[in-house]
Structures are given as C-alpha cells and as structure tokens.
C-alpha cells in the first residue's frame, strides 16, 4: 500500500521539461560597409550564443545545420542571409537587423522604470530627446538595442525598447551591474565627493564570484587578487563600470590588475571569465588594498518581473513585450560593444555599422521520447494486468493436459432445472452461468500409482510435501452453489479451507509445473518440512506448507474495498503535501532503488536464471548445485530455506539498484545517464507488476469509488493547485522542484545540495529528449498507469476466469457425448481455409472480446489524447482526466450491453467459480513419467488445450 500512495504522488502527466541553463539562440554578426559610390560590402565578422527571455517574443528556430556552423555566412564564404534562410510569403524568416548602443541619456533603459521618461509620449519629458522633432522618430525603429545589464529588470529594459521601435533588444552583462546602491537618495547627495562604499551593495560570493574558498566549483574555479584602491573609479558611485571594467578584464597582458599576481598559478586556467568582480573585504585595515576575486560569466535565464519594475502602472494594464530579449554574456557582450564601437568610429568616405541575424537555436517539434513513454506505459500496464491473470490460465493448462492424459475424468450434472436464472445476452462472451455442477474423477490408473508412490505416509505425496489421501470413489466436485458446494472427497485434494477455496487464486499457492504428472519425492540432501496438518487428512484446515524462497512463495492478495478507497485518497493526499512541503526526495530516491532491486529480483531475475539454469545449455552439475540449499532456518526465518539460484537473482537486483542509487545522489541531473533512465524505467514496470499482482479490485463498485475519487484529487492537485500555491503541487513533485537555481548547480556541481537536485521524482517513467540541446525529459507518473490498472486487472482476472469456466464446460460436455466446441476451436478450424481467417480471427479474440483488450485500447487512445494537450498547451496535463472516463466508461458500456452490470458491479460469480478450479488444479496427483495412465480421451475437443 505504500508503494500504491508512492505511486498516487505522481498521478499527473507533466509537460516537457528543460533542464540545464543553456544558450537558446544565436546571433550571427555582419559589418555593413555602404561607400560614396554606391557600393556596398557585407562581411561576416562572428556568431554568439545568447539565451532568450521568458516573457518576450520568441525567435524563428534555424534549421538543423545551424546548430553546426552560421546560418548567414562564415569560412570564408560571402555572407548572404537571404540565401541561406528559409523564406515565408517572399520574406526571410531570419532577417538582418541594425545593431545600434542605447541612447546617451539612457543608457541602461531605465528612465522609464524609475519614472523620468514616458517613451509612449515622448513630449514634455526626459524622452524628448531620443525622437526627433521633425519626424517623431527615435531613429531606433526596425533596430536592434545593445544595453547593459543592471539597474532596473530585463522586462522593463525591453518593454522601454519596444516603446521605442525596436525590433529587439540584446542584454550584455558587465561587471558594473554587479554593484548597487543602498540608498540611492544618498548617492546623489554625495556624488563626486569619493568612494561611498557603506552605501554599496557588493556582489556576492559564489553567485557572482568564487575566491577558490569552495571546493565543489566546477573546474576548481577560484582565484582571489589583492587591488589598489586608488587604481579604480568609484565615481559616480558605487562604481564606474565604463572606467575600471577594463582594468579587471583579460590576461595581464591587457593590464588587468588581477592577473598581476605574483606567485599565483595560470590566471586563465583558475578563472575561465578572466574578469575579477571586488568583493567588499579590505585588504588592509587603511583600507587602500581591496580583496578580488574570479567572476563567474554564465548565461540568466531573463523572466518576468511580476510588478517590480519600479513604475507606477500596475502589471495587468502593463502591455506585453513581443519583440525578442536576449541576454549575452560578459565575453560576448564586450565583444558586441567593441565592434559596434569600432564602426561607428571608422567612417570617411563611407559608412559602416554593425548588423545582427537572430535567430533560436534548432530543436525538436516533437520528441520520439513521448511516444517511448507513452508504448512503455502501455506495456507496462499490459503485462501488469496480464501476469494478474496467469494463474487462471495455468490452472487450465494443468486441467486440459490431465484430461488429455486420462489423470482426470469429467462428469457432468445439473441441479434443479427450476432454479432462478437471470436473463442474458446471448454473445460469445457470456457463460451461461446455470446452476450445474463439474465433476472430476481420476483414472484408476493414476489413482494406484499415487497411492503405491505414498506407501508409507498414509497418502499420496505432493512435490511440496502436502499430504494426498485419494477417497474411494477418487473425485471431486465443483458447483456453483456456493452454500452447498463441497469437494466431494475433498481429502484427497489435500486439506482446502472453504475460505481457501473462495478467494483469489493468488492467495493459494503458485501452481507447480504442469509440464509432467510425476510426483516429486523429497531430495535426500534437502530437508522437506511436514505439513503440519497431515495428521488430520480427513479434516478441512488450512494450507501450512514449507516454501522455499525459490520456490513460488504464497502472495497474500490485498482486496480494496470502498473503504480503502476513500482511505487511499485521504493517505494520498497527505503524503503528496508531505513531498511537497519537505525535501525527501534523496530519501524517496533510496528506497525506490531498494525496492526496485527486490522487484527485479522477482518479476526479472529469478525466472530468468531459472529458465537457464533448467535449459540443456547448463550442464547438469551447474543446475543442481544453483538448485540446491544454500542456507536456511535463519533466527525469524524458521522453514524458510535459500538456494544458490535465489542468493546470484537477489546480488544482480541489488548490484544494479545500488549502482542506480549511487548515479542518483552524485550527479546533479542522472537523467543524462543512460543506464539511470533505463533503470528506473526497468524497476517501474516491475513495481507496477508487483503492485497490480498484490492489490486487486474484485467489483466495479469499488473500482467507480477508487477512479472518481481519484479524478477529482488529480484535476484538484494539478489544476487547482496553482491558484492557491502558486505552482501545481502535483508537477512540482514529479518532476523534483526544489528551489535549487539550475545556474549554481552549474557552477558548484558537486556541492552537497546539487547532487541530484535537478532529477524528477523516480515514481515515473522517464526517457530523455533525443537529440535535444536542452536536456529534457518526457514522463509519466505510476499513478497514471496503476490507479487505472486495477480496473484493467480485474478485467484480465474476469475474462480469464470466464474462459477457464467456459473451456471446462465444453470439455465435460465433451466427454458427455455432446457437441460443445470452444469458439477458439472454431476459428483453429476455419484456419485450414486460409491464414487470413485464422489472424483475424486472433485478432478479434484478442482485442475485441471480453474486457481486457477493449480497456487496455481505450487506455491507450486517451494516454495519447493527453499527450497530444501536453504537446499543444505546453501544460501539464492531469492524466487520470482522460483516462479514468475511456476506461471506466467503457467498462460500464459493455457490461450494460452485454447485459452483466449488475454481476460485475457486486462481484461476478464466475470468477468464485474459476477460483475453486484453480484449487482443483493445483492439487492435482501427479504421475510418474513411465506410470500408465488412461489415454486421452477421444471426444476431447482439439481446442481444449489451447490458451
């Protein structure tokens, strides 16, 4: 059940998802040289990277190629954009712009956030003097704007050029808007009087330098200078970035004070940005030596500034900015400025300016990982529901090949012919449920064998060392009656509780290997522990059997019931908050790959070693060693025996979950790591195998309860949420929203609070993005696959309860002499006319009749309508809102149709019978390989023995 509220924290379908601060768009840069003649020269001068803004318009994506080399020119080549860009309604996607500096008067673009400057009307204010008089132009319009960076918001920065006419406006980051100002009314009063440095804000350690005090920066970044004081302006306060940037940028052979250390190791190697921010710290208690250290030039992700843009317009009435916002960084924003510098200087007889061709870096529309995630879902719920089934289906296979072999006899009679009955549909997917009962006899031959095989036990011996005792008629007895109904006999079908014989057959235990009738006797060397009852044989007790972990183990089903639902919820939703409110997710993320390794070792390993082990490629000494004890009757573990086999299956589940734990609290996003995503997936179809194997839905009561409960409790922590937190509780859980800032994971990787800060919650499928710059992920989260799953389950267990029941029928009217032929018979016959009859009709029987096919189609239409809203909205998506109504609606539809609501809803009676076949099944006298037996019975139809 814990797995299960586990698995409810991540019921949501969430959007793509981005991971790391990377650059999102290129500029390529051209030097424009008009002449006196009338000739013109472009030359291609250099591309940057830049990273584009969250609130402004978007750039046109470049194709493919560009993310390799320039898209409008380079290598010598003459640059041409129009050439080389895609072209829409005869004008080009990527078109070349003018880049020209912010005006002197406002140079930072931000008279209007501090409320000198309306550039929307530009008379009688501080903005008059950027338009033109005569024409009421800024001279900036189809233009783009290079700004420093610093002393109000990227958003008001942009939305001042918007006002303005440009096209776009670019961001430069420098080592003056690292600086600020505590009181700015102060500043102003003691301007120009000398370095005010109680009323400096400075830059702070780790975000906007590293001193190398930190040993968890990337690189080992980290290099600390002592300056001269005097040698910087710090006039107009706090700091003269136009006068002294230079003097700490660049190698020392460009005169930056702070690589003119003696003694020191590689300036350039200890500090990759080669700039120096100072960091507030005297050096000397005179104060004439200041402390710098290494900058950190990364690229900011620019957002919105919500209403902190300093003006008094509140943000609703604000108009939204749709020009492009770039940001570049300090090295590539010097170099715009230098070359825009340099042209404007250079003139004569010609005029030469600087231009500009954005465009966004290239990327997937759509990602094949979503369909990855969404085929592995599919799957995962598939065989999940399927393997719930399985021991319906191996009973029958038991039944059919004893029948076939003459170990079992059937008899056929009907109770009173007026009992009630309930009208039904007469269709291939009904079973006349009438009030008749099965007998099964074994043959005589059978029965001396098993009796010669348990001289001296009093009875015949099964190969778990259960106690047979055969009756004299050798019988048994099913009927539907469940008041009446008895083994006729039951004694020998080893001691069978009523309860036992009721209930889920999962809850028995596992059927033995029908693949002979040859009763095991005890390995000499092995200890076999007596059934506690054999004692009583006559007596009906429970099972009390010695398993071996090996062996199939008794699985202890858990059946919810409305209760538990409303329950469920409740739990869920406590533990969702609790996720949501404490940082458990190293803890989640521990006892997922410890739970993973106990799940791998049960659906994957175990069966795995022991098919090879039993193969003929194994040779026979390796198989009997694997097979044999390793250890057992441990203290608390008493009758619980360890073979080779279980210790090598347990050490490979265990040695790739801890390698996946490991991977996960060491890497900053594990994500990237291939055999961290597969893993995780690997482990989450095994959960949901184990869970849907574990926790059943016997009723569509319960299962309309559970799936409407938990549709409003998605809608609600997915959609609501938002409105009252701010963010969708149930997103930021799955995908692992911490707080962290992406930018200081990138700089201190291995620092202790980044190690795999940035992964989402391993409750989910996850396949990364392909071939993406950005690092994403697409996912789906447990919940989506196992809440809807009980249903699909119980559909499963249902039509393979109803073919078990209808195929013993047909077999005993069969040997009765009637004509009864499975309809999968029928189609095995119409298959001598044509293969094509024979796929169709598979595919019909597979997908198209009973429950299970039509839910798990249904399931995987809405999974893909949700995928295709995540797609278009770019919003997470409560999964469970599509897919709660296709397969609960079409479970209800067809038992309405089909006229078995009404059973389905209270617990169908089929399945109460198909669970004491499975009973019968499973005690079933074995014969020895060269025992006689009665031959197959010739009125057996073919197609009894087909699954």
């Not at 120096?276 to 690229?299: P, S």
């Not at 010097?334 to 870096?361: K, W």
């Amino acid at each position: 059940m814990r797995a299960l509220l586990l698995a409810a924290s991540t019921a949501a379908l969430t959007p793509p998802t981005a991971l790391a601060l990377t650059p999102t768009a290129f500029v390529d840069i051209h030097q424009i040289t008009s002449f006196t003649t009338g000739s013109i020269e472009r030359g291609f001068l250099f591309r940057i990277e830049a990273s584009e803004s969250t609130f402004a318009g978007r750039l046109p994506k470049g194709p493919k190629w560009s993310t390799h080399a320039a898209l409008t020119g380079g290598e010598g080549k003459e640059p041409d954009h129009l050439k080389h860009a895609t072209m829409k309604d005869g004008k080009s996607s990527h078109p070349s712009h003018r880049l020209m500096l912010s005006p002197d008067v406002d140079r930072y673009l931000c008279n209007e956030a501090k409320g000198t400057a309306d550039y929307t009307k530009p008379a009688g204010n501080a903005a008059a003097s950027v338009y033109d008089a005569a024409t009421g132009l800024s001279g900036y319009e189809g233009n783009y704007v290079l700004v420093p960076r610093g002393r109000c918001t990227f958003e008001a920065k942009a939305r001042s050029a918007q006002r303005m006419g440009a096209s776009g406006v670019i961001v430069r980051n420098t080592l003056g808007s690292r600086y600020g100002l505590v009181d700015e009314d102060a500043a102003l009063s003691n301007s120009g009087e000398g370095p005010d440095w109680v009323n400096t804000k400075w830059p702070v350690d780790q975000r906007d330098y590293e001193c190398g005090n930190h040993h968890t920066a990337a690189d080992r970044v980290g290099w600390r200078a002592e300056i001269e004081a005097a040698s910087l302006d710090f006039v107009p306060p706090p700091y003269d970035g136009k006068a002294s940037d230079a003097l700490l940028t660049g190698p020392a052979s460009d005169g930056n004070l702070c690589a003119k250390q003696p003694n020191l190791e590689n300036f350039q190697s200890r500090c990759p940005s080669m700039r120096c921010l100072l960091t507030g710290n005297n050096v000397t208690e005179d104060g004439t030596k200041l402390e710098a250290c290494c900058a950190w030039d990364m690229f900011v992700r620019m957002s919105t500034d919500g209403d902190d843009d300093g003006d008094a317009v509140p943000q609703d009435e604000e108009e939204d900015v749709t020009i492009p916002a770039l940001f570049v960084t300090m090295e590539h924003g010097d170099e715009l400025y230098d070359v825009v510098v340099d042209a404007a200087a250079q003139q004569g007889d010609s005029i030469r300016f600087v231009t500009v061709v954005p465009y966004g870096r290239w990327y997937p529309s759509a990602h094949y990982s979503g369909v990855i995630v969404w085929a592995l879902a599919l799957f995962a719920l598939w065989i999940s529901s399927y393997e719930s089934a399985k021991e319906y289906r191996t009973s029958w296979k038991k039944i059919s090949r004893a029948v076939s072999d003459g170990v079992l006899v059937f008899q056929r009679s009907a109770n009173s012919e007026n009992a009630p009955r309930r009208e039904r549909a007469v269709t291939e997917d009904t079973v006349d449920l009438a009030e008749e009962h099965v007998d099964f006899e074994l043959a005589p031959e059978v029965e001396m064998a098993n009796q010669n095989a348990a001289v001296g036990t009093g009875g015949n011996s099964d190969q778990n060392g259960d106690i047979i005792t055969s009756p004299d008629d050798g019988s048994f007895t099913i009927s539907d009656d469940a008041d009446v109904d008895d083994f006729v006999g039951n004694s020998s079908g080893s001691n069978i509780d009523a309860s036992d014989i009721d209930s889920p057959p999962s809850n028995r235990r596992a059927n033995r290997d029908a693949s002979s009738y040859a009763p095991v006797s005890p390995v000499p060397d092995e200890p076999q522990a007596p059934d506690a009852d054999s004692s009583a044989p006559t007596q009906r007790q429970p099972q009390q059997a010695t398993t071996q972990s090996g062996s199939a183990p008794v699985t202890q089903n858990l059946e919810i019931n409305a209760l538990h639902a409303v329950l469920f919820v409740i739990c869920a939703s406590f533990f969702l908050f609790v996720l949501f409110f404490f940082n458990l997710d190293k803890v989640i993320r521990v006892l997922y790959g410890l739970g993973g390794s106990v799940a791998m070792n049960q659906i994957m390993f175990y069966p795995l070693y022991d098919r090879i082990v039993s193969s003929k490629f194994v040779p026979a000494g390796v198989s009997v060693i694997l097979k044999s004890n390793a250890f057992g009757n441990l203290p608390g573990c008493r009758g619980e025996y360890f073979k080779w086999i279980d210790i090598l299956s347990a050490a490979t589940g265990y040695a790739l979950g801890i390698a996946w734990i490991i991977i996960g609290l060491t890497r900053v996003q594990p994500m990237t790591n291939t055999f961290y995503w597969i893993m995780q997936d690997v482990m989450g179809v095994c959960f949901c195998i184990l869970i849907l194997g574990l926790i059943h839905i016997n009723t569509i009561m319960v299962a309309s309860v559970l799936l409407c409960l938990v549709f409003i409790y998605d809608i609600f922590y997915v959609l609501i949420t938002p409105l009252i937190f701010g963010s969708s509780v149930m997103i930021d859980v799955a995908t692992g929203a911490n707080g962290m800032d992406p930018t200081f994971c990138e700089k201190y990787p291995l620092d202790k609070a980044c190690r795999g800060a940035l992964a989402p919650l391993p409750m989910l499928l996850a396949v990364p993005w392909f071939n993406d710059f950005r690092g994403g992920f697409s996912m789906l989260g447990f919940g989506d696959i196992i809440l809807p799953g009980l249903l699909i389950s119980f559909a499963a267990r249902y039509d393979s309860a109803t073919s078990l029941v209808r195929k013993c029928s047909q077999t005993s009217s069969a040997q009765s002499g009637e004509n009864a032929v499975d309809s999968v018979g029928q189609v095995n016959n119409d298959s001598s006319g044509g293969s094509y009859h024979y796929h169709l009709g598979w595919v019909q029987k597979v997908f198209f009749r009973g429950y299970f096919g039509p839910l798990v189609i249904a399931y995987g239409i809405a999974l893909m309508v949700a995928y295709v809203i995540v797609w278009t909205t770019k919003r997470g998506q409560p999964a469970l809102l599509y897919l709660v109504p296709a397969c609960l609606g079409t479970m209800l539809f067809l038992g309405w149709r089909r006229r078995e609501l009404s059973e389905l809803w209270s617990g169908p009676k089929v399945m109460k019978k198909a669970n004491k076949m499975v009973a019968v099944a499973g005690r079933i006298p074995e014969a020895r390989p060269g025992a006689p037996v009665g031959g197959a019975n010739a009125s057996l139809p073919e197609s009894a023995t087909v699954v």
